[in-house]
């Protein structure tokens, strides 16, 4: 199981899947949920590397180091710590 901490509120999710769900359980808004608006970017504090690398939506964003668009990220494994 990983762990996905987002302002302070920690929930629990399946090694290797996306973090869309748990996110928006965690308080983060979305609008298109496809990568195209970036209404819920997040900033990752810690943990990035536990984080899949960023898909093609994601690169086309032009995202900072540190950020990620929540409604593309999988978890790979281990804790993430992040803001919105």
């Known amino acids: 199981m990983a762990t996905l901490i987002i302002d302070r509120h920690e929930l ?4 290797h899947s996306p973090i869309l769900d748990t ?3 965690l308080g983060v808004p979305f609008g298109c ?3 195209h ?3 819920c970017v997040i900033v ?3 943990g990035l590397q536990n984080l899949a690398n960023p898909n093609e939506v994601e690169e086309d964003m032009r995202l900072r180091d540190n950020e990620r668009l929540a409604c593309q990220a999988w978890i790979k494994s281990g ?3 992040a803001t919105w």
Request: with cysteine.
């Open 12 to 15: 629990k999710l399946p090694d």
């Open 23 to 25: 996110c928006a359980e």
């Open 33 to 35: 949920q496809s990568g």
């Open 37 to 39: 608006c970036a209404t």
């Open 44 to 46: 990752v504090e810690e």
């Open 79 to 81: 804790t993430v710590k």
